[in-house]
């Protein structure tokens, strides 16, 4: 099935929890290197990319859409302009492959939708997409269910750890050290990232620069 | 395919990290449910369930040893006794549903394992358990999957959100009053927990007795 995926995406500054292990340049190449692995996997699953981004950006892979407003009105200027399928998917779950993103746009339901971690939305799958609207921020899960209702559609909740993991925090890198394969992995180890392992509890370390010589 | 379900179990002082949010007496009986919401599950797929316990306990659906020594002498105690396909699985999954293990069970490969958060190894099925040994703290994912190769198995890594999310911490309990559908989401809520949004992001609160009264 053909369908567009619409991707957000913050240039400058982003991922500001993780500035206790990287500064802003760091993040904003991080963050780059998370959009070209989702991006990766979007594209092998035959279709084709639209980023909405903060602020001006180039991608040789995606079209752009610089919308300086927030995040849902973004995605709700977006929407109603689609005349197929939608994927609304997150720039920050790196982790996620090409068969991933099969096991959403096939289900047999009017929307699909992946959970994040604490209480937020991953990945939503849209079949009508202009009828609905997205709320991000808090609990967004349960309002994309409640939205979903009053749309009428039924739902496939889809349970991917991989989807449902985004990288927020320094705990989260964890995750990408020991499952990823693509880009943004690298990117840590080329920074010196490591797994750290104390009292049993997995962390990260980051090496310093000199060590990394 | 029958297989039998080996779940670890700590009766007494289980769930330390969450003594911030519960006394050992409701930890205990937390534990207990989560317990119960596995157990349903493996039942459900059908299957038995052998429950290694540290200290001595009774539970009507599964059989009990009682073993006494780490974690990881217990299961290799078990495992060469295994003349059918073994689970391991943890008692601290309770978003687990039978259809979650029937995709484990129902691998094509020697062995199929779900990676929890952190590192850790939430459960692995082996259709030939007596070569497997158990290594579990730590980065045990990637030390299970070492182990794997040295037994020469096939190994598939089943991508399950539900499956790999553990309840650890107070942050961990998000996702339980919020995916959760059994017993262990209903002790929550019947002790007064309900989700709290704050600043946009998700957290879990705990009313006071005389508030729930």
Redesign the interface.
Known sequence: MYFHALIPFKPVNPKTRLSCVLDQEEREAFARCMLDDVIGAVLKSGCSATLLCTDPFEHEDALIAVRREPLNDAINWALPQFHCPALIIMADIPLVRAG?IQRLVSTAKDMAI??G????TNAIFLKKPRCFRADY???S??DHMRIAEECGFSVEVI???????DMDEK?DL??LL??GRGKSREFLERLGFA?S?EK???GVKRRSHEETL
């Open positions: 991933d992946v959970p971690r604490g209480g937020g921020y808090g609990a899960f349960l349970d991917s750890y991989r989807m449902s993991t705990e964890v995750e020991i499952h797994l392992i049993g509890r997995v």
